[in-house]
């Protein structure tokens, strides 16, 4: 099965600065048809996830700006340009390259 | 919009089983592959099964192989997934979510607890 990690863990940030959540994969994630599945996820306190972002860098309909990923082979990140409130919970990445998928373990983003 | 509704969760003790549906509406859920994900109590999120849009492949977790078996009917837009032999560590939130290498939206999740 394909690693997915996460880091950091947890991330405390403050109001209106940026923060960086780093996946690594244990393969890389390019497909036969040349996509890379890569997508991430958030979840709020209470509620279900939420994908944000899906092959890397496609942010969803909603999504705001702020948000945005990147990487490649086995290298991504999701980058938050400046945090607000409404941010906090845990993000997930997730391969859909490989089966079976995988998500990586979490990063619990709270407000300092 | 998307609606995904996820029912069937309840108590089963260890080795038991137990059906869960997933109802959908606002979709063309005939063209979409889709996939069970699960949340243990507190922990991250977990991939269990997934099937493509017409039925015919289908895909699992190594943790769940030979014991879960998800399925679809096109005709009443519905996803389901058939779990036997369960154990205590299948205790979890259950989603429904759209996609698979893509996944998409998710609903709201039905809990199963395995417990003698």
């Known amino acids: 099965d394909v690693v997915m990690t996460q880091s950091p863990v947890s991330l405390p940030v403050t109001l209106g600065q940026p923060a960086s959540i780093s996946c690594r994969s244990s393969?890389?994630?390019?497909?036969?048809?040349?996509?890379?599945?890569l997508n991430w996820f958030l979840q709020r306190p209470g509620q279900s996830p939420r994908r944000l972002i899906y092959?890397?860098?496609k942010r969803d309909s909603g999504v705001p700006d702020r948000f945005s990923g990147g990487g490649s082979g086995t290298d991504f990140t999701l980058e938050i340009s400046r945090v607000e409130a409404e941010d906090v919970g845990v993000y997930y990445c997730m391969q859909g390259t490989h089966f079976p998928l995988t998500f990586g373990g979490g990063t619990r983003v709270d407000i300092k | 919009e998307a609606q995904l509704l996820e029912s069937g969760g309840g108590l089963v003790q260890p080795g038991g089983s137990l059906r869960l549906s997933c109802a959908t509406s606002?979709?063309?859920?005939?063209?979409?592959?889709m996939s069970w994900v699960r949340q243990a109590p507190g922990k991250g999120l977990e991939w269990v099964a997934g099937?493509?849009?017409?039925?015919?492949?289908?895909f699992y977790s190594s943790s769940v192989w030979g014991r879960f078996i998800v399925s679809r009917d096109n005709s009443r837009n519905t996803l389901s997934l058939q779990m036997s032999a369960l154990r205590v560590e299948d205790t979890a939130r259950y989603y429904c979510v759209n996609g698979l290498r893509i996944s998409g939206g998710w609903g709201r999740g039905t809990l199963v607890t395995v417990s003698s």
């Open positions: 393969q890389g994630l390019v497909y036969d048809d040349g996509n890379t599945y």
């Open positions: 606002g979709l063309i859920f005939n063209i979409y592959d």
């Open positions: 092959l890397v860098s």
């Open positions: 099937i493509r849009a017409n039925g015919v492949e289908t």
